[in-house]
């Protein structure tokens, strides 16, 4: 059987033109993309009325898209911020056991005019330090993607005996109970007698990742305090204060984000 001439260019189906739904909620700051697309699953998420079944729909647009029956406003300029988280937070929105969210004490940190903020990534109940926050699903995704590269620094202070030598080994990164974890640039600041203080530099961020590596050199964390993002550092921020990251490096290095260049 002779074989199908190829079908002509002007009969082939269009790309649709847009993104998919689940990507438009989180850039306007609804939830991140995994939470919109299990909003959309739950049949919260709505075009003209009716209900979306799959978070793979493209769109030009959020016109006629609503949330729990709510019409989802247009997209606002992309905005962070850096909380300096205190310990004893859980960096969620709610907490089944009850503890207080970073939500408790964003209310008086943020400024005012602030709106919806996602954080970006977690920090342990017990970690405290630099925490961004955005109003951009999109954004918040790009920085927290082991892919993108952005290195997280750390100040842990920990009892027990730990060389130089053997924190520089750690970057060649280090299998613990069958996770592997990335590159990480250690470096002993100071010891006295058993109390060590170790700056800790990761770009992968798993979970509990600088406890654990410190836990299977021996050593017991009893603080741990993230002093840098990418370029964007604690500094002398008030620990339960937030400030709103503006000017030109930060407008420079989200342009970098979005084109997949970052600038960190």
Same mark, same amino acid.
């Given at each position: 059987m002779p074989s199908q001439p190829p079908r002509p260019a002007s009969q082939s189906s269009p790309r649709p033109a847009g993104?998919?739904?689940? !990507?438009?909620?989180? %850039?306007? @700051?609804?939830?991140? %993309?995994? &939470?919109? &697309? *299990?909003?959309?699953?739950e049949g919260r998420v709505a075009l003209h009325g009716k209900v979306l079944e799959t978070p793979a729909t493209i769109l030009p647009g959020l016109a006629g898209v609503t949330v729990d029956g709510k019409p989802v406003a247009a997209p606002e300029p992309t905005r962070l911020f850096a909380f300096? !988280?205190?310990?004893? $937070?859980?960096?969620? +929105?709610?907490? =089944?056991? @009850? %503890? =207080?969210?970073?939500?408790?004490? $964003? *209310?008086? +940190?943020?400024? =005012? @005019? +602030?709106g919806r903020v996602m954080p970006v990534g977690r920090l342990d109940f017990n970690t405290e330090g630099l925490l961004l926050l955005t109003n951009d699903g999109a954004v918040k995704r790009q920085l927290e993607l082991p892919a993108s590269g952005i290195p997280r620094t750390y100040r842990a202070r920990a009892?027990?005996?730990?060389?130089? %030598?053997? $924190?520089? &080994?750690?970057? &060649? @990164?280090?299998?613990?109970d069958g996770v592997r974890y990335g590159r990480i640039d250690a470096n002993l600041e100071r010891a006295r007698g058993r109390n060590l203080w170790i700056e800790l530099t990761i770009t992968e961020g798993k979970n509990r990742e600088v406890r654990r590596v410190l836990e299977h050199l021996g050593l017991a964390v009893n603080r741990l305090i993230r002093t840098a993002y990418g370029p964007f550092l604690l500094g002398d921020l008030p620990r339960g204060q937030a400030v709103e990251l503006t000017g030109k490096p930060v407008a420079r290095f989200l342009e970098g984000l979005a084109k997949g260049e970052v600038r960190a």
């Open positions: 993104e998919r739904i689940a !990507k438009l909620l989180a %850039r306007a @700051g609804v939830a991140s %993309r995994r &939470e919109a &697309e *299990r909003m959309i699953a300096h !988280k205190p310990a004893g $937070l859980i960096t969620a +929105a709610r907490d =089944p056991a @009850g %503890r =207080p969210t970073i939500y408790h004490a $964003l *209310r008086n +940190a943020l400024p =005012p @005019g +602030a009892f027990g005996t730990v060389s130089q %030598r053997q $924190l520089d &080994e750690l970057i &060649e @990164g280090v299998t613990i």
